[in-house]
């Protein structure tokens, strides 16, 4: 089993900035894959980053240039440094480990409500 301990998220102005980190541990062997998605009211969730372990990104294409993923392998940890946030981002995000892109577990998810 997996655990993801995800922190960060909140509140932030249009324009503005913020970074998500989620930490993994437990029974991560195989897992190559990390990233986060997020479900906005009313929708269903999306992925919106990932990377794997040797650093290759895959963005929503709504996000492309403004969010940035990276990673710590030693630390088993992903960021996504979230810049130029709208509205409609305003989502609960989910920190996800997987293999080969494809999610097998999802963390418990941080709020991120981006408003004036």
């Known amino acids: 089993q997996v655990q993801l301990v995800e922190s960060g998220g909140g509140l932030v102005q249009p324009g503005g900035s913020l970074r998500l980190s989620c930490a993994a541990s437990g029974n991560i062997f195989g897992i190559n894959t990390m990233g986060w998605g997020r479900r906005a009211p009313g929708k269903e969730r999306e992925l919106v980053a990932a990377i794997t372990t040797g650093g290759s990104t895959n963005y929503l294409e709504s996000v492309k240039g403004r969010f940035t993923i990276s990673r710590d392998n030693a630390k088993n940890t992903v960021y996504l440094k979230m810049n130029s946030l709208k509205p409609e981002d305003t989502a609960v995000y989910y920190c996800?480990?997987?293999?080969?892109?494809?999610?097998?577990?999802w963390g418990q998810g941080t709020q991120v409500t981006v408003s004036s």
């Open positions: 996800m480990y997987g293999i080969n892109w494809s999610p097998l577990g």
